[in-house]
């Protein structure tokens, strides 16, 4: 019997180990899949709004001039990552429209959202949450930089906080090389919510594309 007791009493601390590092692991399973659920429905909602936005841009593009339509954009905060701003690019290296179904031969017009980290100085589009708009290719896009458009939005390829745009993605290939794009962020890291404002402002002639032009004007939502 004493024997029989003293082999329970040191088996008890080793299945007490085996259990603590089974709860751990499952812990630690459950905080992966719950981290994973979370950041495939970020990039959902960030999919969802540029969709959104796509539909205002392809709208206005097939509209008469003075078309104008407004679209509510939050910059969404993902796992371990957040957005730091939005890109609105059109590539003119078919190479890097595989995102995009159908033939662009002529290039193709692409909503980005952009991670950036700090401790790599890497920006990254979030490939998952992009989308592609069917815009012609003669397009003019123009920042529209009137005082109600007070969000902070440049032609530059990447957010201000990014020193080094040459780390950005695709950035070394050339990717950019002729493109055209706009590029708006948030200014800290409470200001997340905007408006968008696209209006057609011009149809076609010398100073624009074959297509037209097409205002952004982009403002902060506060409070």
């Given at each position: 019997?004493q024997?029989?007791r003293?082999?329970a009493?040191?088996?008890?601390p080793?299945?007490l180990f085996i259990a603590v590092i089974?709860?751990?692991?499952?812990?630690s399973?459950?905080?992966?899949?719950?981290?994973n659920?979370?950041?495939?429905q970020?990039?959902y909602?960030l999919?969802?709004?540029?969709?959104?936005?796509?539909?205002?841009m392809?709208?206005?593009a097939m509209?008469?001039w003075?078309?104008s339509?407004?679209v509510d954009?939050?910059?969404e905060?993902?796992?371990?990552?957040s957005?730091?701003?939005?890109r609105?690019i059109?590539?003119?290296?078919?190479?890097y429209?595989?995102?995009?179904?159908g033939n662009?031969?002529?290039?193709?017009w692409?909503i980005e959202?952009?991670?950036?980290?700090?401790g790599?100085?890497i920006?990254?589009s979030l490939?998952d949450?992009s989308?592609c708009v069917?815009?012609?290719?003669?397009?003019?896009?123009?920042?529209d930089?009137?005082?109600?458009c007070?969000?902070k939005v440049?032609?530059?390829?990447c957010?201000?906080?990014?020193?080094?745009c040459?780390?950005a993605?695709y950035?070394s290939s050339?990717?950019?090389?002729?493109?055209?794009f706009a590029?708006?962020?948030?200014?800290?890291?409470?200001?997340?919510?905007?408006?968008?404002k696209?209006?057609?402002?011009?149809?076609?002639?010398?100073?624009?594309?074959?297509a037209?032009?097409?205002?952004l004007?982009?403002s902060q939502v506060?409070?």
């Amino acid at each position: 019997m004493q024997y029989g007791r003293k082999r329970a009493q040191m088996s008890a601390p080793i299945e007490l180990f085996i259990a603590v590092i089974i709860m751990a692991l499952s812990m630690s399973l459950v905080f992966f899949i719950y981290n994973n659920i979370n950041d495939t429905q970020c990039e959902y909602r960030l999919k969802t709004q540029n969709e959104r936005l796509q539909e205002a841009m392809q709208e206005v593009a097939m509209g008469s001039w003075g078309t104008s339509k407004l679209v509510d954009y939050t910059m969404e905060r993902c796992t371990g990552r957040s957005v730091e701003a939005v890109r609105v690019i059109h590539y003119t290296k078919p190479l890097y429209c595989s995102r995009c179904s159908g033939n662009y031969g002529g290039g193709c017009w692409i909503i980005e959202p952009l991670t950036y980290d700090s401790g790599t100085g890497i920006l990254t589009s979030l490939d998952d949450a992009s989308v592609c708009v069917e815009l012609s290719e003669s397009l003019w896009l123009n920042i529209d930089s009137s005082a109600s458009c007070n969000g902070k939005v440049s032609n530059s390829l990447c957010p201000s906080k990014v020193q080094d745009c040459s780390q950005a993605s695709y950035a070394s290939s050339g990717a950019y090389d002729n493109a055209m794009f706009a590029t708006f962020e948030r200014i800290s890291d409470g200001n997340l919510a905007f408006k968008i404002k696209i209006t057609k402002s011009a149809t076609s002639g010398s100073n624009v594309g074959g297509a037209g032009q097409m205002d952004l004007c982009v403002s902060q939502v506060t409070g």
